[in-house]
């Protein structure tokens, strides 16, 4: 049984891998013809943006790789030598504790070089190594009580229901819509100062924006996004009434005014045509699946391991094979998302205008340096949004037609000027 288990965790890394390897291929090669959508000089820095990153999540794939085969060969049985405790529950926590921290440290030197080496190179980290302790700190601090709350109350589930599998998957999936209502007033806050918009046209605009389609929010709020990334964002965040429009400081000082509104729009549109809400039924789809099949597992894997099916042991098992399970699931929840963005755009471009949507869209691909293209593979497997050249293409503007000037500034008032082709300006 063990070597059917590392037999298609390996097929599944084979294919992350072989997808990584294509993309960073595809984008070396892009980034040297004709640019679109920006200057020929931003646009080999985004694809080589992407490349890093892409080359980043390699290297860690494969270092992750060796460690799961570390866990099932000798991992787990070693660390259930080491977490003697005679209470079941206190001896999941300490097992899954163990098993977090060592987790945590194969990945802190990547997260490490992506925020202080690749993002302080192409110009996004604005962090400090105090302000990333901090932050670690507190990050650490949430983990150990409602992690450990989490695990114990798992493992308590495991010891005493032979159906734990559904009973996990109840409390878990509560557990997710639960963080989603409090995430935005309680948990974002820690990490964020979170401003109420200055009373003024735009807030007046954007209120107006929302009652048009019903939606009743818990205000309008700027965060300080710009002490740690330069990146640009904008997000409708919580359930009922914890509902808050966020927009990043980095957003209103690159956006005018009617492109903060058609961006909105778009956000509206997820909202009007309830696209949370299905995003949470295929959350849900996804866990309980998982659930189902990575808490039926048979005895003789663990066996194989070497190791008693303590509830530490099951739940630890079940979360290095989440990933599989989750990697057959991602083309499907991918092409839903893609779906989701067009009719948004639509309606986004009908509440702000096509127009201001298109130069949102475009400001921002530039100013996050996001290359505008990507192999198809990549897209199939992980693109929750289209490839922002096809998004432009719905709302009617083809990004191949243009020429950009060679690092011209993108003004905040009024849609950038760029010289068409057939020498159209828009």
């Known amino acids: 049984m063990l070597d059917t288990v590392v037999l298609i965790y390996t097929i599944y890394f084979a294919l992350k891998t072989y997808t990584s390897i294509m993309q960073i291929g595809y984008i070396n090669e892009e980034k040297r013809k004709d640019p679109v959508l920006m200057s020929a000089s931003k ?34 049985s070693l660390l259930q030598g080491l977490v003697v405790v005679d209470n079941q529950i206190l001896q999941a926590i300490l097992f899954l504790f163990g098993f977090s921290v060592i987790g945590y440290i194969i990945g802190l030197p ?75 007033t309680v948990i974002a806050p820690i990490f964020n100062k979170f ?33 740690r990334d330069s990146r640009l964002n904008a997000y409708f965040g919580g359930l009922g009434k914890s509902k808050r429009v966020v ?48 808490g039926n597992l048979p005895d003789e894997l663990f066996t194989e391991m070497s190791v008693i099916p303590t509830a530490g042991v099951q739940i630890a098992t079940m979360s290095i094979l989440l990933p599989v ?24 471009s009908k509440m702000g205008g096509r127009e201001n949507l298109v130069s949102a869209l475009m400001k921002l691909v530039t100013e996050n340096k996001a290359f505008p293209k990507s192999h198809p593979l990549v897209i199939f497997f992980y693109y929750t949004h289209p490839p922002v050249i ?16 060679e690092d011209k500034p993108l003004p905040k008032d009024g849609i950038f000027a760029f010289v068409d082709v057939n020498n159209k300006e828009s």
């Open 110 to 184: 990547f997260e490490l070089y992506q925020t202080f080496k690749i993002d302080e190179d192409f110009g996004f980290n604005k962090m400090n190594a105090k302000m990333y302790i901090i932050d670690a700190i507190k990050s650490m601090g949430m983990f150990l009580i409602f992690g450990g709350l989490i695990f114990g109350a798992l493992a308590w589930i495991i010891t005493n229901y032979d159906s734990w599998w559904l009973w996990g998957f109840i409390m878990l999936f509560s557990i997710a819509i639960l963080v989603n209502i409090l995430y935005p």
């Open 195 to 227: 401003n109420p918009l200055e009373e003024g046209e735009l807030k007046d605009a954007i209120t107006k924006l929302m009652e048009s389609v019903g939606l009743k929010s818990d205000g309008i709020f700027v965060m300080d996004a710009s002490k």
């Open 43 to 76: 646009y080999m820095i985004a694809g080589n943006y992407a490349v890093a990153k892409e080359k980043v999540s390699l290297i860690e794939s494969f270092v992750d790789y060796l460690f799961f085969l570390w866990w099932v060969i000798a991992g787990f």
């Open 247 to 294: 927009l990043f400081d980095t957003l209103l000082e690159k956006l005018n005014k009617k492109e903060l509104l058609a961006v909105l729009g778009h956000e509206l549109g997820h909202f009007k045509h309830g696209d949370i809400w299905k995003n949470i039924i295929l959350m849900g789809i996804l866990l309980f699946t998982s659930f189902f099949i990575l």
């Open 325 to 348: 399970v989750s990697f057959i699931f991602t083309p499907i929840m991918s092409f839903v998302s893609r779906h989701n963005e067009y009719e948004a755009d639509e309606f986004g």
């Open 390 to 405: 096809e998004r432009l293409k719905e709302l009617g503007y083809d990004a191949t037609n243009s020429i950009i000037e």
